[in-house]
T-cell receptor, first 111, second 112 residues
Framework: DADVTQTPRNRITKTGKRIMLECSQT?????MYWYRQDPGLGLRLIYY???????NKGEISDGYSVSRQAQAKFSLSLESAIPNQTALYFC??????????FGSGTRLTVV | DAKTTQPTSMDCAEGRAANLPCNHS???????VYWYRQIHSQGPQYIIH???NNETNEMASLIITEDRKSSTLILPHATLRDTAVYYC?????????????FGAGTTVTVRA
């Protein structure tokens, strides 16, 4: 099994719909992150969490929310999806030494 | 985190060593050099990291100059599956700086 598992892998949704992307990790790390990547661009941080009770906004949090259900689970929600949220979404976890482990990504298309 | 400079792209022949340079002239004493790569549309993958000594693992070797202002990632026997964007990142361990800045990286194309 992968260290960081994201579901779904691909999703097409309609404008205005609420959608949740899920992430679980088996690394035992406290720190978890959600990034998005647009074609030809780098990763941009949406939200991050340093432990279950700690949630922080990243650089592009508008239109998104997160929930840290447990140390191993961190979900990302789009409250009302819009087309410019079409992107590749990555969940990641990191240890104190700074090594990040990323999931395989969720390709989200909003039509 | 200190900034890094990498070439935009490079080609490498399959089976040959690929040497990827990275400049980080403003690196601080407590900052490590990390290398990641991203194969097309996959999640970035950790490769190796080091402080000042050379490091080797099953994927690659990392050579850091004595003044720590530059480093080279070496893929000893490049394969077609090593075609990816490679990112050199400098950051301190235990940092509360949440953002891992990947920059543009080096697009490495391994040719048969």
């Amino acid at each position: 099994d992968a260290d960081v598992t994201q579901t779904p892998r691909n999703r097409i949704t309609k404008t205005g719909k609420r959608i949740m992307l899920e992430c679980s990790q088996t690394k035992g790390h406290d720190r978890m992150y959600w990034y998005r990547q647009d074609p030809g661009l780098g990763l941009r941080l949406i939200y991050y969490s340093f432990d279950v009770k700690d949630i922080n906004k990243g650089e592009i949090s508008d239109g998104y929310s997160v929930s840290r259900q447990a140390q191993a689970k961190f979900s990302l929600s789009l409250e009302s999806a819009i087309p410019n949220q079409t992107a590749l979404y990555f969940c990641a976890t990191s240890d104190w030494e700074g090594g990040y482990t990323f999931g395989s990504g969720t390709r989200l298309t909003v039509v | 985190d200190a900034k890094t400079t990498q070439p935009t792209s490079m080609d490498c022949a399959e089976g040959r060593a690929a040497n990827l340079p990275c400049n980080h002239s403003t690196i601080s004493g407590n900052e490590y050099v990390y290398w990641y790569r991203q194969i097309h549309s996959q999640g970035p993958q950790y490769i190796i990291h080091g402080l000042k000594n050379n490091e080797t693992n099953e994927m690659a070797s990392l050579i850091i100059t004595e003044d720590r202002k530059s480093s080279t990632l070496i893929l000893p026997h490049a394969t077609l599956r090593d075609t990816a964007v490679y990112y050199c990142i400098v950051r301190a361990q235990g940092s509360n700086d949440y953002k891992l800045s990947f920059g543009a990286g080096t697009t490495v194309t391994v040719r048969a």
